[in-house]
């Protein structure tokens, strides 16, 4: 097991890196921090601070690193930081869509190649099916495998109504208890080593303590990130990927976790859905068929070039809902 493979680097990786025209003394560096412009990279030599030179800042949102990316790298000595020159193709991509202050909205992306969603809620008056659905259907779109967890397993007489109405969604379904740090064994066929996987779910279901029952730690994540939000209030907010006991590895983003992003997204996709169905061919792929609806609301501006090009890769053949590529269990 090499470092690299640790980090989550496989033979899909090293054929996308020999086939990029990469420069000499280039390393593959894997974004595990991200504050504002700053980074932190993991490479095969350890975890490097990193820069992002002003030519690749100007490149289009979806060019600038997000947590989880994997990048081309170079350094020009040991005592100094990375350059970041570039980031690999996306396996799976989390985006929001943000008002970019014109009519259309623009995409943000949160966080990039993770496998696995652990969608969390509780068998309280959080459950909500339908919104469950819209975690599960947002975790599909980004290409990752959603999960759901049903913490606080302990506050339920009979968890079965639970866990058959949330299989109806298709997905693996497992009961926890993140406080007493129960039932977390069934989830180590996704935190094999060099699996990277993210939490999502609605505020107060768990995914703090459920955080710090998979690190093994009482853990405040260390460095936070102090940011104005939009109202101008500081706000504390961290973008860090973490190796977990098990080898695998987890992303934590504030801005993940919130599921009013994940609504917005959803209905950005949503809307595009509903242009579909008034498309001339069933099986229209909104590229160039004469009749499209999703084409003449993207020339209308309705919808942007951008949003719409995320929503053919997630819709691609191939990007199927499950994830394009076959799920390692257990690690290698
Ligand atoms: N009964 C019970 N309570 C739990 C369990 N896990 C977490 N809790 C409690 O649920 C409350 C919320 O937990 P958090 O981990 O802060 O929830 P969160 O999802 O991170 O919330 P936000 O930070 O607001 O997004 C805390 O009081 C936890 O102690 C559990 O397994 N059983
Ligand atoms: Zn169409």
């Known amino acids: 097991m090499t470092a ?22 280039a390393v593959p560096g894997r974004v595990v921090r991200v504050e504002r412009l700053s980074y932190q990279l993991a490479a095969a030599g350890g975890t490097h601070e990193a820069v992002l030179p002003g030519g690749v800042r100007h490149k289009g949102q979806t060019e ?34 943000v008002s970019g202050g014109g009519r259309v909205p623009a995409q943000q992306v949160m966080a990039a190649n993770v496998d696995t969603v652990f969608v969390v809620t509780a068998p309280d008056e959080d459950f909500d099916l339908a919104r469950l659905g819209r975690y599960v ?13 049903l913490n606080k397993a302990d506050l339920a007489r009979d968890l079965r109504p639970y866990t058959a109405e949330a299989e109806a969604l298709d997905v693996p379904v497992h009961a926890v208890q993140a ?9 180590e066929p996704y935190l094999g080593t060099g699996q990277t996987v993210a939490l999502i779910g609605s505020s107060g279901v768990g995914k703090s303590t459920l ?5 093994g730690r009482a853990a405040t994540p260390t460095g936070e990130v102090r940011e104005l939000d939009n109202q101008g209030r500081h706000t504390t907010t961290w973008r860090t990927l973490y190796p977990l006991p098990s080898g695998g590895l987890l992303i934590d983003n504030p ?28 099986r229209c792929t909104h590229t160039s068929e004469p009749g499209c609806a999703v084409l003449r609301a993207m020339q209308r501006g309705e919808i942007s070039e951008e949003l719409l090009e995320e929503y053919r890769e997630f819709t691609a053949p191939g990007r199927s809902a499950k994830g394009k590529r076959p799920k390692r269990a257990g690690g290698r």
Request: proline letters at 5%; charged letters at 20%.
């Open 64 to 97: 600038i690193p997000v947590i989880g990316d994997w990048t081309v790298a170079v350094r020009d000595a040991e005592d100094q930081p990375y350059r970041i020159l570039s980031v690999l193709p996306r396996q799976t991509t989390f985006s929001r869509a």
């Open 179 to 187: 406080r007493a740090a129960g039932g977390l064994e069934a989830l």
């Open 137 to 149: 259907t947002a975790v599909r779109l980004s290409g990752a495998q959603p999960v759901v967890l």
């Open 255 to 282: 801005g993940l976790r919130d599921i009013a992003i994940w609504d917005e997204t959803g209905e950005a996709f949503a809307r595009i859905e509903e242009l579909a169905a008034q498309c001339r061919f069933s």
């Open 211 to 215: 955080t710090n029952a998979l690190l």
């Open 4 to 25: 690299l493979e640790q980090l989550g680097w496989t033979p899909q990786w090293q054929a996308t890196w020999d086939a990029a025209a990469v420069p000499a003394g």
